[in-house]
C-alpha cells in the first residue's frame, strides 16, 4: 500500500511539474499611454534591460533627419591681398591731394607777402579825397622819409590820446566821488526824512525825483514860515529893541502870537521827520498846500473836542489862561484851537 501511495504521489507531482513547464510566458509590449489602471499599474513590469534602451535611443536618432555642418568660409590670400592693396592705394591719394592743398596755400600766402612788400617800397600820396594812391617806382631815401614822416604823426596822435586818456580817467575820478558823495547825501535824507510822508510821493518815481521832491517841500515850508511868522516877529523885535520895557500890549500879544504859530508849525512839520509821530488825518493835504503857496487851508481841520480830553484841549486851555484865543497858525494834533 505504501508503494502504491509513493506511486500515486510521483504520478500528481510529475503531472504537476509537466504542467507548469508547459505554460509559455506571453512577450510584453512597450506601450505609451496617457494613464494607467489600478490592474495595469500592479502586472506591468517596470524592470528595462540597458541593451533595450540602447536598442530604442538607436532607432529614435536613425529617424532623425541629419544635420549638414557648414564648414567656415577660407579667404583666400589673394583676396585679403587685394583689399590691402586697395587701402594703401586710396591712402596714397589722400596724402597726395593733402600735399597739393599745402603747397596751393603756401604759393597763395608768398603771393600776398610779394605784393605787399612791392606796395611797400612805393612811395604814396593822398589824392583829393584823403585816400592814399601809389604815385610809381620811389627811391629808398623817399621812402624812409615817408616812413619816418609817417611814425612822427603816429607818435603826436599817440602822445594827444594819452594826455586825452589822462583827462578822461582825471573825469572818471572825479564823477566817482561826485558819485560816493551823492550816494552818501541819499542815505543821510533818507535816514533823516520819512520820504513816504512827504507830498507829491510816488514809489514809480525815481531817486533823484523823490530827493528834489523832499527839498522843495523843505525849501516850501522854510520860505513860508520865514515870510508869514519870523519876518513879522524880527519886525516887532527890531521896532521895540531901543526900549523893550515899554512894548505895548498889542505887539506883545501878537509876539507870543507869531512865536506860539511859529512853533506849532515846526511841531506839524517834526511830523515829517520824527519816526515816533505818525502822520494822520491830511496833514499831507495841509503841508501840500503850503508847498503850494497857497497857505493853510482851515476846512482841512478838525474841530476841537471839549467834552473829552486831549492834548489839544490841554493847549486850548492853557493859551486861553494866557489870554490867547486867536492864533495865526492854529494846528495841533490837526485840530483847530481856535474853535470855542
Known amino acids: 500500500m505504501?508503494?502504491?501511495?509513493?506511486?500515486?504521489?510521483?504520478?500528481?507531482?510529475?503531472?504537476?511539474?509537466?504542467?507548469?513547464?508547459?505554460?509559455?510566458?506571453?512577450?510584453?509590449?512597450?506601450?505609451?499611454?496617457?494613464?494607467?489602471?489600478?490592474?495595469?499599474?500592479?502586472?506591468?513590469?517596470?524592470?528595462?534591460?540597458?541593451?533595450?534602451?540602447?536598442?530604442?535611443?538607436?532607432?529614435?536618432?536613425?529617424?532623425?533627419?541629419?544635420?549638414?555642418?557648414?564648414?567656415?568660409?577660407?579667404?583666400?590670400?589673394?583676396?585679403?591681398?587685394?583689399?590691402?592693396?586697395?587701402?594703401?592705394?586710396?591712402?596714397?591719394?589722400?596724402?597726395?591731394?593733402?600735399?597739393?592743398?599745402?603747397?596751393?596755400?603756401?604759393?597763395?600766402?608768398?603771393?600776398?607777402?610779394?605784393?605787399?612788400?612791392?606796395?611797400?617800397?612805393?612811395?604814396?600820396?593822398?589824392?583829393?579825397?584823403?585816400?592814399?594812391?601809389?604815385?610809381?617806382?620811389?627811391?629808398?631815401?623817399?621812402?624812409?622819409?615817408?616812413?619816418?614822416?609817417?611814425?612822427?604823426?603816429?607818435?603826436?596822435?599817440?602822445?594827444?590820446?594819452t594826455k586825452e586818456n589822462e583827462g578822461l580817467n582825471r573825469v572818471i575820478k572825479e564823477y566817482n566821488g561826485i558819485q560816493h558823495e551823492f550816494d552818501s547825501l541819499k542815505y543821510g535824507i533818507l535816514k533823516t526824512y520819512k520820504v513816504k510822508n512827504y507830498p507829491g510821493y510816488d514809489k514809480l518815481k525815481n531817486e533823484t525825483q523823490i530827493m528834489q521832491g523832499v527839498l522843495q517841500t523843505e525849501n516850501s515850508l522854510a520860505v513860508y514860515a520865514y515870510e508869514k511868522y519870523l519876518k513879522p516877529l524880527l519886525a516887532i523885535t527890531d521896532n521895540n529893541k531901543n526900549n523893550p520895557a515899554k512894548i505895548n500890549k498889542a505887539d506883545q500879544e501878537k509876539l507870543m502870537d507869531l512865536l506860539i504859530s511859529l512853533s506849532f508849525l515846526y511841531i506839524e512839520y517834526l511830523y515829517l521827520r520824527v519816526n515816533e509821530l505818525s502822520i494822520g488825518g491830511k496833514m499831507v493835504e495841509r503841508i501840500n498846500g503850503i508847498n503850494k503857496g497857497n497857505g493853510l487851508d482851515i476846512s482841512l481841520l478838525k474841530k476841537l473836542d471839549t467834552e473829552f480830553g486831549s492834548r489839544a484841549l490841554v493847549i486850548k486851555i492853557a493859551l486861553e489862561k494866557a489870554a490867547l484865543y486867536q492864533l495865526s497858525y492854529p494846528v495841533f494834533d490837526e485840530t483847530n484851537l481856535n474853535n470855542h
Open 2 to 161: 505504501k508503494i502504491r501511495y509513493k506511486i500515486y504521489i510521483s504520478i500528481w507531482l510529475l503531472f504537476i511539474s509537466t504542467a507548469i513547464f508547459a505554460q509559455q510566458v506571453e512577450p510584453k509590449h512597450i506601450r505609451i499611454v496617457d494613464t494607467l489602471t489600478g490592474q495595469e499599474k500592479v502586472q506591468r513590469n517596470p524592470i528595462i534591460l540597458k541593451t533595450e534602451v540602447d536598442s530604442l535611443i538607436k532607432h529614435f536618432n536613425s529617424t532623425l533627419p541629419k544635420l549638414e555642418i557648414a564648414e567656415p568660409i577660407k579667404y583666400s590670400s589673394q583676396n585679403l591681398n587685394k583689399y590691402l592693396l586697395m587701402g594703401l592705394v586710396a591712402i596714397i591719394i589722400l596724402l597726395g591731394i593733402v600735399i597739393f592743398l599745402l603747397l596751393w596755400y603756401q604759393k597763395k600766402i608768398n603771393r600776398v607777402i610779394a605784393g605787399a612788400k612791392e606796395k611797400a617800397t612805393k612811395p604814396f600820396s593822398r589824392n583829393s579825397n584823403g585816400l592814399k594812391i601809389i604815385t610809381g617806382e620811389g627811391n629808398d631815401n623817399q621812402y624812409d622819409e615817408l616812413m619816418e614822416k609817417k611814425i612822427d604823426e603816429l607818435d603826436a596822435e599817440l602822445n594827444k590820446l
